[in-house]
């Protein structure tokens, strides 16, 4: 049965920064101690883009759900603004399962965590030391290691050359403040951190909304092209299920993290595209109820 939502606007410390999300909660469920779930989405994102899809989704089945920014994104604080921080953002996901777990409308026993794209990696790495979340999702995850990191940028050249440039920008801006900036997403600048055909940021009933800035700070190459949690699916014992399609971004991440898990585990393969996940029916309404049925199942 779909729940009627209703949506509080809600704001929290990490690490000294303040974050701004929304706390999605069935509006028939005033009195009740609900299961709750952190919700993410992919690199460079607002939580207006695809996080909020699926916390209503989530929320119209009788989860709690919080979408927010990350640090240095949308309505958050922290500088430089639109810096992709991999680290950063997991612990981000730590204080908002802190905030939930404070929540009297929360059970705190009943935390999971999704993460859509990229922060399923972010996700996966919080989830792997922090015991406080009893089940994990990830939805078209992309998970990449320095051989899918080459894969997808271009061989080792196109990788070097873009570290050479994040770490330039970095120095300049330790040196003098200022951020070097490029399109996160164009159809013609080659220099974007995703150039080519992406439909969904480039058209303002999908992704293209007012709150994202398109743009992405370039020293953020440094951390993301390094970044690999495959590995830490090793240390991942609660149950973890994903959802991704051969037509998605790099499915071999997905097998590899799957392979590597230790606890109990599902992998879905659905169809669509890796945009078609983020709000395209009816791989949105298929994602949502294996999601929903995994921490049904597990947040009991």
């Known amino acids: ?33 609900l299961p709750a779930v952190v919700v993410t989405g992919s690199w460079l994102t607002v939580k207006e883009q695809m996080p909020q899809v699926y916390a209503r989704r989530l929320a119209e089945q009788g989860f709690a759900a919080l ?24 612990r981000d996901i730590r204080a908002a399962v802190t905030f939930l777990a404070g929540r009297p409308d929360v059970d705190a026993q009943r935390i999971g965590a999704l993460g859509v794209c990229a922060s399923s990696g972010y996700t996966a790495v919080n989830a792997a030391g922090d015991a406080r979340v009893r089940s994990l999702a990830m939805v078209a995850p992309w998970l990449h290691d320095p051989d899918l990191v080459a894969l997808m940028y271009g061989g080792q050249e196109g990788v070097s050359q873009r570290l050479a440039a994040g770490f330039a920008a970095r120095a300049r801006y330790d040196n003098t403040g200022e951020v070097d900036y490029v399109a996160a997403v164009s159809t013609t ?112």
């Open 1 to 33: 049965m779909v729940s009627e939502v209703q949506v509080e606007k809600v704001t929290f410390d990490s690490d000294g920064v303040l974050l701004v999300g929304r706390l999605y909660r069935p509006a028939d469920a005033a009195d009740t101690r």
């Open 189 to 300: 600048d080659p220099s974007a951190a995703m150039s080519g055909d992406f439909p969904y940021y480039v058209d303002a009933t999908r992704g293209a909304v007012p709150q994202w800035a398109n743009r992405f700070a370039v020293q953020g190459w440094n951390e993301w092209l390094t970044y690999n949690a495959i590995p830490v699916a090793r240390n991942i014992t609660i149950p973890t299920l994903l959802v991704h399609s051969e037509n998605g971004a790099i499915p071999d991440g997905a097998r590899a993290f799957h392979a590597q898990l230790t606890g109990p585990k599902e992998l879905i393969w659905i169809e669509g595209t890796q945009f078609d996940f983020y709000d395209r029916e009816p791989t949105v309404s298929q994602a949502v109820e294996h999601v929903v049925r995994h921490f049904r199942s597990t947040l009991d």
């Open 67 to 90: 979408d927010f920014d990350f640090t240095h994104y949308g309505e958050s604080g922290g500088e430089p603004r639109d810096l992709e921080s991999p680290s950063r953002k997991s």
